[in-house]
């Protein structure tokens, strides 16, 4: 295994390709599971070692942390085209989403997608009590099953259990025609599939899966119309407008823009995303795509199965038996929702390729 670069190739602000990002990861680790959890560049690795010698030794402040986040915040407007006063930070999309569910009116209609992860469902479940109501559909019927009552539509960018991509354009377009509010989860495409958030009322992010983030560093847009209607119940001393001002009640003066939807971070998550998410603004992210979905359709034709033309390839297996075989080979994947599930990303290669049809083989 060979050792990755510590730093990046390029500095701050210029473009990355795929070669130079690749070169930032362990090597021959046979992990084919970024659906599941990503893996640190080593930049990553090497800022949180640096972080945590700074904390060790007293010194570390949470104005050093509040800098971060805000670089953090400016990166990630860059990756999905808003500003950054439409970004606010948190540590869980279900928390972010739950914002949306407690401002959908007494006895609303809310649209979801069949076998949707459930971060992005069960918050408006939670909401039946107001006799809100929540209708799911196959991802493919999503955009045509938008209808006049409907006030909220809620999907993932792609799905988790299939590694289905959603026609974005088609849902949001079905939307407005309704006047409906959108709900876009990009967890499973951020950092591998191009992202626009500019098109969507709100969109939730949490960066530990393609963007290579620790868990807890998650993100999430407002548009201008999502600013003015919902209402940010779960505000903290992070939300106000002067951050440092904000630590004593009973006063509030929540931020004017998106940050008044923050959360207080979880610092040392952040200072290990910062170098991943100002990597990825700076990421072809359609070279990305074709490299990662590439991967995925050699393996499908090595498989025999269907092209899927997409990052995460998926087919049946309801006992588990290929997950086993290609678990005791070696190979790191998951099993959801009855099959398994093979993801590819910028650390994948031909190697991983042949290393799941040879552990399927034998």
Same mark, same amino acid.
């Given at each position: 295994?060979?050792?990755?670069?510590?730093?990046?190739?390029?500095?701050?602000?210029?473009?990355?390709?795929?070669?130079?990002?690749?070169?930032?990861?362990?090597?021959?680790?046979?992990?084919?599971?970024?659906?599941?959890?990503?893996?640190?560049?080593?930049?990553?690795?090497?800022?949180? %070692?640096?972080?945590?010698?700074?904390?060790?030794?007293?010194?570390?402040?949470?104005?050093?942390?509040?800098?971060?986040?805000?670089?953090?915040?400016?990166?990630?407007?860059?990756?999905?085209?808003?500003?950054?006063?439409?970004?606010?930070?948190?540590? %869980?999309?279900?928390?972010?989403?739950?914002?949306?569910?407690?401002?959908?009116?007494?006895?609303?209609?809310?649209?979801?997608?069949?076998?949707?992860?459930?971060?992005?469902?069960?918050?408006?479940?939670?909401?039946?009590?107001?006799?809100?109501?929540?209708?799911?559909?196959?991802?493919?019927?999503?955009?045509?099953?938008?209808?006049?009552?409907?006030?909220?539509?809620?999907?993932?960018?792609?799905?988790?259990?299939?590694?289905?991509?959603?026609?974005?354009?088609?849902?949001?377009?079905?939307?407005?025609?309704?006047?409906?509010?959108?709900?876009?989860?990009?967890?499973?495409?951020?950092?591998?599939?191009?992202?626009?958030?500019?098109?969507?009322?709100?969109?939730?992010?949490?960066?530990?899966?393609?963007?290579?983030?620790?868990?807890?560093?998650?993100?999430?847009?407002?548009?201008?119309?999502?600013?003015?209607?919902?209402?940010?119940?779960?505000?903290?001393?992070?939300?106000?407008?002067?951050?440092?001002?904000?630590?004593?009640?009973?006063?509030?003066?929540?931020?004017?823009?998106?940050?008044?939807?923050?959360?207080?971070?979880?610092?040392?998550?952040?200072?290990?995303?910062?170098?991943?998410?100002?990597?990825?603004?700076?990421?072809?992210?359609?070279?990305?795509?074709?490299?990662?979905?590439?991967?995925?359709?050699?393996?499908?034709?090595?498989?025999?199965?269907?092209? %899927?033309?997409?990052?995460?390839?998926?087919?049946?297996?309801?006992?588990?038996?290929?997950?086993?075989?290609?678990?005791?080979?070696?190979?790191?994947?998951?099993?959801?929702?009855?099959?398994?599930?093979?993801?590819?990303?910028?650390?994948?290669?031909?190697?991983?390729?042949?290393?799941?049809?040879?552990?399927?083989?034998?």
């Amino acid at each position: 295994m060979t050792a990755p670069a510590r730093t990046l190739p390029a500095p701050t602000g210029a473009p990355l390709s795929v070669a130079d990002l690749a070169g930032q990861f362990a090597r021959g680790t046979g992990y084919l599971a970024a659906c599941t959890m990503g893996l640190p560049l080593a930049a990553t690795l090497e800022a949180q %070692q640096r972080d945590q010698e700074a904390w060790w030794t007293g010194r570390r402040s949470p104005v050093d942390y509040g800098a971060i986040v805000e670089e953090s915040r400016a990166a990630w407007a860059r990756s999905v085209g808003v500003p950054t006063s439409a970004v606010a930070i948190g540590s %869980q999309t279900s928390v972010m989403v739950s914002v949306v569910a407690a401002a959908v009116p007494d006895g609303a209609d809310v649209l979801c997608v069949d076998g949707d992860f459930s971060s992005m469902v069960f918050p408006f479940v939670a909401q039946a009590h107001r006799g809100v109501t929540v209708r799911s559909v196959p991802l493919a019927e999503l955009a045509e099953s938008v209808g006049e009552r409907t006030a909220v539509v809620a999907w993932s960018a792609v799905q988790s259990a299939t590694g289905e991509v959603a026609d974005h354009a088609a849902v949001v377009a079905a939307a407005a025609r309704h006047g409906s509010l959108t709900v876009c989860d990009l967890t499973q495409a951020a950092g591998v599939l191009p992202v626009d958030a500019a098109t969507v009322d709100v969109t939730v992010c949490h960066a530990y899966k393609w963007l290579c983030s620790p868990r807890g560093a998650a993100l999430a847009t407002f548009s201008a119309r999502a600013l003015a209607e919902l209402r940010p119940v779960q505000a903290g001393w992070y939300a106000g407008e002067s951050v440092w001002s904000s630590c004593y009640g009973p006063e509030m003066h929540l931020a004017s823009d998106a940050r008044a939807f923050d959360v207080s971070p979880a610092w040392q998550a952040w200072a290990g995303a910062l170098p991943a998410l100002d990597a990825f603004s700076r990421l072809d992210v359609a070279e990305a795509w074709t490299h990662a979905s590439g991967l995925g359709d050699e393996l499908c034709r090595r498989l025999g199965i269907a092209e %899927q033309g997409q990052a995460i390839v998926t087919w049946p297996d309801a006992e588990a038996r290929d997950v086993a075989a290609m678990t005791a080979a070696g190979l790191t994947v998951s099993g959801r929702a009855g099959r398994a599930r093979v993801a590819f990303h910028l650390w994948n290669d031909g190697d991983d390729v042949e290393a799941v049809v040879r552990a399927l083989r034998t």
